[in-house]
């Protein structure tokens, strides 16, 4: 059964003139989806599902699903705020999709094997995705007498995913002595200070392990997704109408439920971000560097 790779975009904005996602930081015109695709590819996965939203569909195709499509299957899924449980509305003052879960929630029926899930403006490097792909595919032959879901997240060193033009938010990680999740935090405001990293809660080591929204899981998550939306949202109060159903609060119930567990493989790859405006420079730099060094061809998909 082929993986796949869920890459999150429906953050894009509408129009594309001064999106962030959509700036060019490779020497031939390459966004930073382009470098993850291609890493995807490299590392094994043959398909890709794109989230979408319904007003950037067209010009999303265009400007990137039709050139990728050569390479790898595409498909798309839409994350529309109105995808709701039957007997649910949505609040007529809401503006937003529901959050990272909703998102990957909207694969339901389209992704029916294991899955990796990343953020669409973040650069990962190629390791994440090697691991995460070989992970999932020993889970695949593996016989896990637990009884419990058996998932992964890349966990980046901190000081490899700060901006040097000002603070950030992170998932900060509690792993255990074998390697396996406990919790996960986020922390904003977090920022380095000489050889450890501070925040709004205090101050780390710069190898703190931090999730940067890379997972990988089997497509029993879609159906938990689909399991827990409704308690998400009978959960809410009717003023919350910024409240997320997102990825890390549904595995860290599966963790507390003792259903399941989440392998978190150290990865050392240096994150890449337009964070901030002053970012892009830098940005480009790292890849014409990568370049040089023979990690890309200096033209992605020719």
Same mark, same amino acid.
């Given at each position: 059964?082929?993986?796949?790779?869920?890459?999150?975009?429906?953050?894009?904005?509408?129009?594309?003139?001064?999106?962030?996602?959509?700036?060019?930081?490779?020497?031939?015109?390459?966004?930073?989806?382009?470098?993850?695709?291609?890493?995807?590819?490299?590392?094994?996965?043959?398909?890709?599902?794109?989230?979408?939203?319904?007003?950037? !569909?067209?010009?999303?195709? &265009?400007?990137? =699903? $039709?050139?990728? %499509?050569?390479?790898?299957?595409?498909?798309?899924?839409? @994350?529309?705020?109105?995808?709701?449980?039957?007997?649910?509305?949505?609040?007529?003052?809401?503006?937003?999709?529901?959050?990272?879960?909703?998102?990957?929630?909207?694969?339901?029926?389209?992704?029916?094997?294991?899955?990796?899930?990343?953020?669409?403006?973040?650069?990962?490097?190629?390791?994440?995705?090697?691991?995460?792909?070989?992970?999932?595919?020993?889970?695949?032959?593996?016989?896990?007498?637990?009884?419990?879901?058996?998932?992964?997240?890349?966990?980046?060193?901190?000081?490899?995913?700060?901006?040097?033009?000002?603070?950030?938010?992170?998932?900060?990680?509690?792993?255990?002595?074998?390697?396996?999740?406990?919790?996960?935090? !986020?922390?904003?405001?977090? &920022?380095?200070? =000489? $050889?450890?990293? %501070?925040?709004?809660?205090?101050?780390?080591?710069?190898? @703190?392990?931090?999730?940067?929204?890379?997972?990988?899981?089997?497509?029993?998550?879609?159906?938990?997704?689909?399991?827990?939306?409704?308690?998400?949202?009978?959960?809410?109060?009717?003023?919350?109408?910024?409240?997320?159903?997102?990825?890390?609060?549904?595995?860290?119930?599966?963790?507390?439920?003792?259903?399941?567990?989440?392998?978190?493989?150290?990865?050392?790859?240096?994150?890449?971000?337009?964070?901030?405006?002053?970012?892009?420079?830098?940005?480009?730099?790292?890849?014409?560097?990568?370049?040089?060094?023979?990690?890309?061809?200096?033209?992605?998909?020719?």
């Amino acid at each position: 059964m082929k993986k796949t790779l869920v890459v999150m975009a429906a953050g894009m904005g509408s129009r594309f003139g001064g999106i962030k996602q959509l700036e060019p930081v490779g020497p031939s015109g390459e966004i930073i989806l382009d470098y993850s695709v291609y890493d995807a590819i490299e590392a094994g996965f043959e398909k890709v599902v794109f989230i979408i939203r319904k007003d950037i !569909e067209e010009d999303f195709k &265009k400007v990137i =699903g $039709d050139k990728l %499509s050569q390479h790898v299957e595409v498909e798309y899924v839409l @994350q529309d705020l109105n995808n709701l449980p039957e007997g649910y509305t949505c609040p007529a003052e809401r503006k937003k999709p529901w959050g990272t879960g909703q998102a990957v929630l909207s694969c339901y029926g389209v992704v029916d094997g294991s899955f990796a899930v990343i953020n669409a403006d973040d650069y990962y490097g190629k390791e994440g995705f090697c691991k995460i792909y070989q992970f999932l595919d020993d889970q695949e032959n593996a016989d896990n007498a637990d009884g419990k879901y058996h998932f992964c997240m890349a966990g980046f060193w901190l000081g490899n995913t700060l901006s040097p033009n000002g603070t950030v938010t992170r998932g900060i990680c509690e792993v255990d002595k074998n390697g396996y999740l406990m919790d996960v935090k !986020e922390t904003g405001e977090l &920022k380095q200070n =000489g $050889d450890s990293v %501070s925040s709004e809660n205090g101050e780390y080591p710069m190898n @703190q392990p931090v999730s940067m929204n890379m997972w990988g899981f089997s497509a029993d998550f879609i159906e938990e997704l689909n399991a827990r939306f409704a308690t998400f949202l009978d959960g809410i109060e009717g003023n919350e109408l910024k409240a997320e159903y997102l990825l890390p609060g549904v595995v860290d119930d599966l963790i507390k439920e003792n259903k399941a567990v989440v392998k978190v493989l150290d990865t050392r790859d240096k994150w890449f971000g337009v964070t901030y405006r002053e970012d892009k420079d830098s940005v480009c730099e790292s890849f014409r560097n990568l370049v040089k060094e023979g990690v890309y061809p200096a033209k992605l998909f020719s």
